[in-house]
């Protein structure tokens, strides 16, 4: 039973910074592999930037490279994506996902266990 909860997601214009964060909490939160994934309206859900829990791994999409940065805090259960430079294109619900035991296809949505609610990113001028 793992929960998890995105938070600070909010209006923004374009190249304005953005911190949003996932609280996981359960006792049987033992992640392998969290990641990060968007969905906007009327298109498919797709990975944004993932993190090997243990060693630190990371990952990104190549739209995102170099203004996004993934990071989590393994006392706190805490992952973070920091987000630089954000685009129009960046706007879309924000998803953080977790799974015990990777195998590869990190981008797979169908490969991960849990789920948060969401955090909507909206980027406009």
């Known amino acids: 039973q793992v929960q998890l909860v995105e938070s600070g997601g909010e209006l923004v214009r374009p190249g304005d910074s953005l911190k949003l964060s996932c609280a996981a909490s359960?006792?049987?939160?033992?992640?392998?592999?969290m990641a990060w994934f968007r969905q906007a309206p009327g298109k498919e859900r797709e990975f944004v930037s993932g993190?090997?829990?243990?060693?630190?791994?990371?990952f990104y999409r190549d739209s995102v490279k170099g203004r996004f940065s993934i990071s989590r805090d393994i006392a706190k259960n805490m992952m973070y994506l920091q987000m630089n430079g954000l685009k129009p294109e960046d706007t879309a619900r924000y998803f953080c996902?977790?799974?015990?035991?990777?195998?590869?296809?990190?981008?797979?949505?169908?490969?991960?266990?849990?789920w948060g609610q969401g955090t909507q990113v909206t980027v406009s001028s």
């Open positions: 993190i090997n829990w243990s060693g630190g791994h990371t």
């Open positions: 359960g006792r049987s939160f033992s992640p392998d592999f």
């Open positions: 996902a977790g799974v015990n035991t990777m195998f590869g296809d990190y981008y797979d949505p169908r490969k991960y266990a849990y």
